[in-house]
């Protein structure tokens, strides 16, 4: 089964920049797409981004559009979420998951990381 650890989250002030790593180990023919979700307290989980690796195609929620680009790196299993003119309004806990279909439903996910926190804030 895949296994995903997400990492470089951390504080930043607004107009800053962060990139999110999500590193799959297992059975990584399984996690065709990934795709990135946040939660910030309070508040439901939000979808961000999702990439499909076999086909290099990629979509962003609205209020990310323009200021986050998701990549990925296939000979490291790591997809990357490059965040930049971040906002107070991104913070939140970042989460990575694995499934069959890049898609903003979290249903078609089947496996998560742990999740990593970004914090924007003056």
């Known amino acids: 089964q895949v296994h995903l650890v997400e990492s470089g989250g951390g504080s930043v002030q607004p107009g800053g920049s962060l990139r999110l790593s999500c590193a799959a180990s297992?059975?990584?023919?399984?996690?065709?797409?990934i795709g990135w979700f946040r939660q910030a307290p309070g508040k439901e989980r939000e979808w961000v981004s999702c990439?499909?690796?076999?086909?290099?195609?990629?979509l962003y929620a609205d209020s990310v559009k323009g200021r986050f680009t998701i990549s990925t790196d296939n000979t490291k299993n790591t997809v990357y979420l490059q965040m930049n003119s971040l906002k107070p309004e991104d913070t939140a806990v970042y989460y990575c998951?694995?499934?069959?279909?890049?898609?903003?439903?979290?249903?078609?996910?089947?496996?998560w990381g742990q999740g990593t926190q970004v914090t924007v804030s003056s």
């Open positions: 998951a694995a499934g069959w279909i890049c898609s903003d439903y979290d249903g078609r996910y089947d496996v």
């Open positions: 297992g059975f990584t023919s399984e996690a065709d797409s």
């Open positions: 990439i499909s690796r076999s086909v290099d195609s990629s």
